[in-house]
């Protein structure tokens, strides 16, 4: 009989979950969104700036082993999307330590931070490595703090090989694609990144260029040296320089708009030797 002793009778009342509201959607909890996006809020209404995080490898159209720390760009892509669409969120901040990965996940990600209507920063914590370079660099405004590196390498392709040449051919543009994105999105000279990509002696097992925090902005890839605090400052200063600038155009568009008033005889204000008087010349 002890087996049922947890069973409640039927005359007694039990609690019932809270159900949402038809047509409210229901809170995604908070340890939900902690293991599959690494994120302890979604974006809200507590706060005009999105924070999201870029760590570990960044997964592309393969499905990396278990234990590597990954960062898919299928959870990444669709928060840029709503945080592109949420009339609440001024301003993204994009926090990355990672070593790289799939090159088009990679540039994908990056071209939509690129493309965004509103401002970005990205700040490189511990390391922007690989194909993170391009993301690092896409934002409106880049930190890295000062013990953080960025190691520059050409691109390469793990399994079966079939044809050389052509795949070699393929392999060249691609990694083209990497250097163009980064030129036309930092101060960075196309000769100077390629000097560090193709550098040898710097790597023990590769050809490229392990590049600090102060290099850095010194070759011109990233804005300033700095962390949290700079970069938030920095992002509130622009989003208070675009509310100048939407309330500037909204005044000068509504002026250019105003509806037309006649004066008291009924007839348009004409204007003599650069006076404008509200009556007719008599």
Do not use: W
């Amino acid at each position: 009989m002890e087996q049922y002793s947890n069973l409640s009778s039927g005359n007694e009342e039990t609690e019932t979950p809270d159900q949402p509201e038809v047509g409210q959607r229901p809170a995604l909890p908070a340890m939900e969104a902690l293991q599959q996006l690494g994120q302890t809020s979604m974006p809200g209404s507590e706060s005009n700036i999105f924070c999201m995080t870029i760590i570990g490898q960044i997964e592309g159209h393969l499905i990396l082993p278990p234990q590597n720390k990954t960062t898919k760009y299928e959870h990444i892509i669709p928060q840029l999307v709503a945080a592109e669409q949420n009339p609440r969120i001024e301003g993204l901040m994009i926090l990355l330590n990672t070593v790289g990965g799939d090159v088009e996940a990679g540039l994908a990600i990056a071209e939509m931070i690129a493309s965004m209507s509103k401002p970005t920063v990205t700040i490189v914590i511990g390391g922007g490595h690989s194909i993170g370079v391009p993301i690092a660099v896409s934002s409106t405004y880049s930190y890295i703090a000062e013990s953080a590196t960025m190691t520059i390498h050409p691109i390469r392709m793990s399994g079966l090989v079939i044809g050389v040449p052509q795949t070699f051919e393929y392999m060249e543009k691609m990694q083209e694609r990497v250097v163009r994105f980064v030129v036309s999105h930092s101060r960075i000279t196309e000769e100077k990144f390629k000097e560090l990509m193709f550098k040898t002696g710097e790597l023990n097992r590769d050809i490229g260029t392990a590049v600090g925090g102060a290099d850095a902005v010194k070759y011109g890839l990233m804005d300033a040296v700095g962390g949290i605090g700079e970069a938030l400052k920095q992002l509130n200063t622009i989003i208070e320089t675009r509310r100048q600038q939407n309330g500037l155009a909204g005044n000068q568009q509504q002026a250019s708009f105003a509806p037309f008033s006649p004066n008291a005889t009924g007839s348009p204000t004409e204007t003599h030797s650069g006076e404008h008087s509200g009556e007719l010349p008599q």
